[in-house]
């Protein structure tokens, strides 16, 4: 699958770093692990790189239902987590404009698009200026980071 991800305790937050052709099914499946872990917890805040994927093949109607997924995890009550997507080249910005969108009209996560890495994690309160540095400090589990 080529979405990996961490979650840093000490951040309170979640990165995601996916890659190469990213498809409706693997976000999903993902989603699922992710739901499944025992470190999940509703609400805390992501990063989401979207800096080595080469194509996300989803539709409009795909990334309504991914959408309307994300928002269903704890029912009744949507969750409101910030998410903050960095997606520097213009295939990855599109598709995450498309998705900050559908979530402007839903009540649930509350998505930030940037194509400044810097910018991405400033949104987050995060005085790094690259991801590498984020994940030089240690603050994720070198087990998953290093699979980063």
Request: glycine content about 6%; hydrophobic content about 45%.
């Amino acid at each position: 699958m080529p979405i990996a991800y961490a979650i840093s305790h000490e951040l309170d937050l979640v990165y995601a770093r996916y890659w190469a052709t990213v498809t409706l099914g693997d976000v999903v499946a993902n989603f699922g692990t992710f739901l499944a872990d025992p470190d999940y917890r509703p609400g805390r805040p992501e990063l989401i790189d979207l800096s080595r994927v080469s194509r996300i093949d989803m539709d409009f109607s795909e990334a309504r239902s991914l959408l309307a997924t994300v928002n269903d995890q704890t029912a009744p009550a949507p969750v409101h987590t910030r998410t903050v997507i960095w997606a520097p080249t213009n295939a990855s910005f599109g598709m995450a404009r498309l998705y900050q969108t559908l979530a402007s009209q839903a009540d649930g996560i509350e998505v930030h698009v940037t194509r400044d890495e810097a910018e991405a994690l400033g949104l987050l309160g995060l005085p790094h200026n690259s991801i590498a540095a984020l994940l030089a400090t240690g603050a994720f589990p070198e087990r998953i980071s290093s699979a980063l």
